[in-house]
């Protein structure tokens, strides 16, 4: 099972990023929380909590899942694909990773362009999910 807990829901994603997804397993989008720039350390240990809190409960559902219905030996786990505020997610992926959930990023390839005007525009183009290293080690 992959969790998408980002500002671009997987409705959005192109076809290369879709297939991607498609080997963790079941994908599933949780939206990114809005976070309120002048939010102070506590803010940040609340919002973490909570949805610390909503993944294990989905990790939970996942788990009891594979017990009534053992999947295939070459199935996959449970990750969750987390890109977002940095304060947020260092803290969450913290937590998770002690939790023994594996988190990854999304990589991306820039393309800029500028116009007549100096105006730039940034085009992302999807290349990998990545595994964030272990805060651990």
Same mark, same amino acid.
């Given at each position: 099972?992959?969790?998408?807990l980002s500002n671009h829901p997987s409705a959005q994603w192109d076809e290369t990023q879709q297939l991607a997804a498609?080997? +963790? =397993?079941?994908? @599933? /989008?949780? &939206?990114?929380? %809005?976070?309120?720039?002048? #939010? #102070?350390?506590?803010?940040?240990?609340? !919002?973490?909590?909570? +949805? !610390?809190?909503?993944?294990? *409960? !989905? +990790?939970?559902?996942?788990?009891?899942?594979?017990?009534?219905? &053992?999947?295939?030996?070459?199935?996959? #786990?449970?990750?969750? %694909?987390?890109? $977002?505020?940095? @304060?947020?997610?260092? $803290?969450?992926?913290?937590r998770l990773q002690r939790a023994g959930i594996t988190c990854l990023a999304s990589t991306t390839r820039r393309e @800029?362009?500028? /116009? =007549?005007?100096? !105006?730039?525009? *940034?085009?992302?183009?999807?290349?990998?999910?990545?595994?964030?290293?272990?805060?651990?080690?």
């Amino acid at each position: 099972m992959l969790i998408n807990l980002s500002n671009h829901p997987s409705a959005q994603w192109d076809e290369t990023q879709q297939l991607a997804a498609a080997r +963790y =397993g079941q994908l @599933t /989008n949780l &939206p990114f929380p %809005h976070i309120d720039p002048e #939010g #102070g350390q506590q803010y940040i240990r609340n !919002l973490v909590q909570e +949805y !610390l809190q909503k993944i294990e *409960s !989905l +990790y939970e559902k996942f788990q009891l899942q594979a017990i009534k219905s &053992p999947p295939a030996e070459d199935s996959v #786990g449970f990750y969750v %694909h987390i890109m $977002g505020e940095l @304060t947020f997610c260092f $803290g969450l992926i913290a937590r998770l990773q002690r939790a023994g959930i594996t988190c990854l990023a999304s990589t991306t390839r820039r393309e @800029t362009i500028v /116009n =007549g005007d100096g !105006l730039k525009i *940034s085009r992302f183009e999807f290349v990998r999910f990545r595994e964030y290293i272990s805060i651990s080690n």
